[in-house]
């Protein structure tokens, strides 16, 4: 049964505990679609401040990141109805792991890599069983004429959709949460694929090249893709925007 002792705003405060960049990008623009506004913290310490001031309804933790002590401290001085559901991260996506981190109090665990609508519906899930009810969900997010529609996983331009593989659809959505900023090969294979796969040296490279082919890119001139010689790419804005522009619609 939904707790409703206590009510979330619309959207709700979602405090992201995850000290990389790259990672931390993308559950912050998933989270984004209407359903919560978000604060990422690098370590515990920040992590602390942000509790104090600013009272999140709901945390992410890659739980690599002091896991242990973070869900002490978001149950610290709170009845039981009212502390914070908790989301954890993990890489290592064994029983024992998932099974250790709900003794510890977590709501739910994502093994990564993950598909971003996977961690919607796991946020939005874990909301509805604590507060009951919850903001409506944005599912689109625009920049210039593409829009990425996370809900129903595809991809428009020019009012055409584009018929992506789920890969395609995950390394556009890393790219486009990242937006103007390098992501470097090994990044991106890290988060698509995991720290301990063994790729093909020109994986990325492949697949980048088949992704700008469906968006119509050519890599001479990039309208969304950058090539960064020698290190890796770059989300571009369309012209007439800047980076960062990405917004819901």
Request: with cysteine; aromatic share 4%; proline share 5%.
């Amino acid at each position: 049964m939904a707790k409703t002792t206590h009510q979330t705003p619309t959207p709700a405060r979602a405090l992201l505990v995850i000290d990389q960049p790259t990672l931390a990008g993308v559950v912050e623009l998933a989270l984004n679609h209407g359903t919560c506004t978000t604060r990422v913290a690098a370590n515990a310490q920040q992590a602390a401040n942000v509790l104090k001031e600013w009272q999140p309804q709901l945390a992410v933790i890659d739980m690599d990141v002091g896991e242990a002590e973070l869900i002490e401290r978001l149950e610290q001085g709170r009845p039981r109805a009212e502390r914070v559901p908790v989301i954890a991260l993990t890489r290592r996506g064994d029983l024992k792991t998932k099974l250790e981190a709900f003794e510890r109090g977590v709501d739910d665990i994502l093994t990564m890599p993950f598909a971003p609508e996977e961690l919607v519906a796991r946020a939005l899930a874990v909301m509805r069983r604590s507060y009951g009810e919850i903001g409506v969900l944005t599912p689109a997010l625009k920049v210039g004429e593409l829009e990425i529609d996370i809900l129903h996983r595809c991809v428009r331009t020019g009012g055409h959709e584009l018929q992506l593989t789920s890969l395609e659809q995950n390394l556009l959505y890393l790219l486009a949460a990242n937006a103007g900023k390098l992501l470097k090969r090994d990044e991106i294979l890290d988060y698509l694929w995991g720290p301990d796969y063994a790729a093909e040296s020109n994986v990325i490279d492949r697949h980048i090249r088949n992704l700008r082919a469906k968006l119509q890119n050519d890599w001479k001139h990039p309208r969304y893709i950058e090539t960064v010689p020698g290190q890796g790419y770059r989300f571009m804005p369309t012209s007439g925007g800047s980076a960062g522009m990405l917004k819901s619609s």
